[in-house]
């Protein structure tokens, strides 16, 4: 098995790592145009992803690519060093998103094999530019800056801090027998440095010069004065977890005006300047004793997040051998416990229903373990819309802002990889068709920027992802004109339930928009959510208040894997249901069973009236039909719509391991009412009915 | 590593020339390209699935893997025979297409050269399955495209899947 991708692996780990770069690059440029400006931190993550790509990329030889990854590094290298440069966040943002184009592009390329031949040298060309720009138009301002020479500072606050910067006090105490209190210190101090991103002073300031200070410090604690952009839980965080430190008081100072600071700032005056220069490296290790230089390190090795060691990449393919190995598990295990060599046995089979038990029990676990291990957090799939939300607004001239609710939703990554696209239709609708012009929206009494909200969380077996807008909703009146103009319409309008209406959106070929944009109304795109869901068993519903929004509602199955199923038994065929879409089952009575003309059945419990399917029509050798009495009926329900199956006997409830069936079959018409085929515990094969369209081709009959 | 494959596939390539696998149904013998045939195994419980051409039987679990069966004698419009206990499937992997054909029986290997061939007199005429006729000292075989067997197939079950819109 390690050998299984020789050739290929290199390759394979590159694209993997380009593509993840790619999206965590985008998000950062995104999240810095959304406030304007480029977190510290920020610039430093794009400065190191470009300079990754820049160097595999030349390693494995894609010129292009490292070419323009160079000069964007270059951008950032030169962002890095002047804080201050004066850009302008949304053209650096549109040249960096044009770039992070091209280079997804051409990895794109690379994976489907063709050659990398994009040419970026215009894009560089104009990267270059702006560099050139931003170094002349800085060393303006700086010219200006350094004349009023007092104003600097506050001026160049208000230009880096891209959140605003918070100021934060703590007090640090260590552990009592920890001993030299100050080179603790100075380890704290020095890790602060290199993880957050701050200006900080502290106290005592004579740390590493003056031995006694360990005194000090061991007296009144150490005092760190610090003023950062990132988030005062995180750095609480950061030093709580120092090494050797034991007890912190951690407050937020709110006011410059502060006394405290004041002081500080008084006692350390000259450290300041210090710490400024202290960025160049030789400056601590010139200093620094041997022995404790030693242990900074591991305390630094400690304090880093354990989180990223602990990562490892798996191929999927592996993934997925494995999870077919446990799924012949079960099966092999069924066999085994359930052999009918068991039943010629005389005698008790304690022991050996005990030591079944067992594995039953262990084989079970192994199943969740390989389960988890397939489930990802959605977020990924989240985020990817922002940069359509963002594309989108800026050519449709229109205002919006994606909110994310419950990204870390986990869904099995092969359902997650068929959402991707129905998500950025359901987005696109959004924005094209649902979010008003900020005019419109100003007039309406809504705020000028529309919101797009994504929300992901799990129900049951399912994974429920809405997407909503506050844009102008749906209408009816103009969806049942053009159903009826397209002749989509089956029924008298005013029979239809506005849910029933609004279902007439995902109807291929339906588009209300008029004008044809680049993005939505030619009218694919909502046909094509429902089929990609369809692939993966979900459905979409729509609900709309006309003025005030729509919102799609999207159910998945967590996993398509294992399903909970129940057999049935139809002459010598086995068939499976999933157990979720089951409502009862139940022996029907012959004076219940209605026949309508064209010889559909039908049969009437409590008072309503169900479709009856017979399976035994479902199995190749068409099954003579036993008398109905004799038979049992299973009533399933999906979305609203039941309809009850005939069978000939229950054989059980149990975990199936979903096959797919040959594509030779998924291509006839054959496969129409099954979802997939399972092995049971005797090893013959039983067919999963799709519930879903099962129900869905009645409904289409019934409504004829 | 790749080149150690190279050399090993040359001397396999040609160990599998011209090597068909001969079975027969009712009193003729046809022989398929050795290369396509993954294994032979007995026959097993067939699963049936409802709307399929007639010669494809349903699809039968092999180890895990749930593949299609064609009942060979369907497919060539013979009557249908039931199964015993001597019936093969003969399991056939072309294109990564894995397809299962039941046959009656499975005879041997033969090695049928290209000099021992003609071509089937009117490949239009039986369907196109045989394209050349061999001649053996056991008798003439016919020798089957095995692609034609499964292209044709699809496309009579996609044009089947197709008439209900029309």
């Excluded at chain 1, 319409?489 to 029979?495: G, I, K, P, T």
């Excluded at chain 1, 692939?535 to 909970?564: E, W």
């Excluded at chain 1, 719509?641 to 054959?670: F, H, M, T």
């Excluded at chain 2, 045939?37 to 026959?43: A, D, P, R, S």
């Amino acid at each position: 098995m390690p050998g299984a991708f020789p050739e290929d692996s290199l390759l394979e780990l590159f694209i993997f790592e380009t593509m993840q770069s790619l999206q965590q690059l985008e998000d950062s440029v995104l999240a810095g145009e959304q406030q304007d400006s480029l977190h510290p931190e920020d610039i430093n993550l794009i400065f190191r992803i470009m300079h990754t790509i820049k160097g595999s990329a030349a390693v494995m030889g894609y010129v292009n690519i490292s070419a323009l990854a160079h000069v964007m590094e270059d951008l950032f290298f030169y962002l890095r060093d002047r804080p201050e440069a004066a850009y302008d966040s949304s053209d650096l943002s549109d040249l960096m998103l044009q770039g992070i184009d091209f280079i997804k592009l051409e990895t794109v390329k690379i994976r489907s094999g063709d050659p990398a031949d994009g040419d970026a040298a215009a894009l560089a060309e104009e990267l270059s530019a702006y560099l050139q720009l931003l170094k002349i138009r800085t060393e303006t301002s700086e010219e200006t800056d350094r004349r009023q020479h007092t104003e600097v500072q506050p001026a160049k606050e208000v230009k880096t801090g891209s959140a605003e910067p918070g100021r934060y006090r703590a007090l640090l105490r260590f552990e009592e027998a920890c001993q030299m209190e100050n080179i603790r210190a100075f380890a704290v101090i020095h890790q602060l440095d290199e993880t957050i991103s701050c200006t900080f002073t502290y106290h005592p300031d004579d740390i590493i010069e003056n031995p006694d200070s360990a005194d000090v410090i061991r007296r009144d604690g150490f005092i760190i004065m610090l003023e950062t952009a990132a988030s005062g839980d995180s750095v609480a965080d950061f030093l709580r977890n120092a090494p050797y430190v034991c007890e912190l008081e951690f407050d937020k100072l709110h006011t410059a005006g502060d006394d405290v600071i004041e002081t500080a700032v008084q006692l350390s005056g000259m450290d300041a300047e210090r710490l400024s220069l202290a960025d160049t490296p030789q400056d601590h290790t010139d200093r620094k004793p041997a022995g404790p230089a030693v242990r900074d390190k591991k305390s630094r090795e400690a304090a880093s997040p354990p989180a990223q060691q602990t990562m490892i990449n798996v191929h999927v393919s592996k993934m997925d051998k494995l999870m077919d190995l446990i799924g012949e598990l079960v099966i092999a295990e069924a066999m085994v416990t359930q052999n009918p060599d068991l039943a010629a046995v005389h005698g008790p089979l304690d022991n050996f229903a005990k030591a079944a038990r067992h594995l039953r029990k262990i084989s079970g676990e192994m199943q969740d373990v390989v389960m988890s291990l397939r489930m990802v957090p959605i977020s990924a799939t989240f985020h990817k819309m922002g940069r359509i939300v963002r594309d989108m607004t800026r050519k449709l001239e229109k205002e919006a802002s994606l909110v994310i609710v419950g990204e870390e939703t986990e869904v099995d990554k092969h359902i997650i990889e068929h959402l991707s696209d129905p998500l950025m239709h359901i987005v696109r609708n959004a924005l094209d068709h649902g979010i008003e012009p900020p005019e419109e929206r100003l007039a309406a009494g809504k705020p000028r920027s529309g919101t797009v909200t994504l929300e992901a969380r799990h129900s049951g077996g399912e994974v429920i992802v809405m997407i909503r807008d506050d844009g102008k909703g749906l209408h009816r009146d103009k969806i049942i004109r053009r159903a009826a103009e397209n002749g989509l319409l089956s029924r008298d309008e005013r029979e239809l339930s506005d849910r029933e209406v609004y279902r007439l959106i995902f109807h291929p070929g339906f588009s209300t928009k008029d004008s044809i944009s680049e993005f939505s109304g030619r009218g694919v795109g909502m046909d094509v959510v429902v089929k990609d869901l369809e692939k993966v068993g979900g459905t979409a519903t729509i609900d709309s208040v006309p003025g005030a929004g729509s919102t799609v509602t999207l159910r998945i199955p967590l996993t398509l894997a294992i399903i909970d199923g129940m057999n049935v038994g139809v002459g010598s065929a086995r068939f499976t249901l999933p157990t979720n879409s089951i409502v009862r089952s139940f022996k029907p009575e012959q004076q219940d069973l209605l026949t309508d003309p064209e010889g559909n059945e039908w049969i009437m419990v409590r008072g309503s009236c169900y479709p009856v399917i017979r399976l035994h029509n479902l199995t190749a050798a068409a099954v003579s039909a036993s008398p109905v009495e004799q038979g049992i009926l299973i009533m399933v329900e999906d979305d609203g719509r039941s309809l009850c199956l005939l069978a000939d006997e229950l054989l059980g409830q149990q975990q199936v391991v979903v096959k797919a069936l040959p594509d030779y079959i998924l291509n006839s018409a054959g496969s129409r009412p099954f979802s997939g085929c399972t092995l049971l515990g005797d090893g013959s094969i039983s067919l999963i009915l799709d519930i879903i369209r099962l129900t869905s081709s009645m409904n289409a009959v019934s409504g004829q | 590593m790749s080149g150690n494959n190279v050399h090993e596939n040359t001397p396999e390539e040609d160990t599998q020339r011209d090597k068909y696998l001969v079975f027969s149904l009712g009193s003729q013998d046809y022989g398929i390209e050795i290369q396509y045939v993954t294994e032979i195994i007995g026959i097993q419980p067939i699963a049936g699935i409802p709307d399929l051409p007639e010669y494809i039987k349903g699809i039968i679990n092999l180890r895990g893997t749930m593949i299609p069966v064609m009942d060979v004698r369907v497919r060539f419009r013979m009557e249908p025979q039931p199964y015993h206990d001597r019936t093969c499937v003969i399991v056939i992997n072309i294109m990564d297409e894995v397809l299962g054909l039941i046959v009656e029986s499975v005879s041997e290997v033969l090695t049928i050269l290209p000099g021992d061939t003609v071509p089937a007199p009117d490949i239009t005429a039986g369907g196109g399955f045989v394209t050349r006729i061999g001649k053996t000292l056991q008798g003439v075989k016919l020798l089957l495209d095995c692609g034609r067997l499964l292209r044709d197939a699809e496309l009579e079950i996609s044009g089947g899947s197709r008439q209900p819109n029309e």
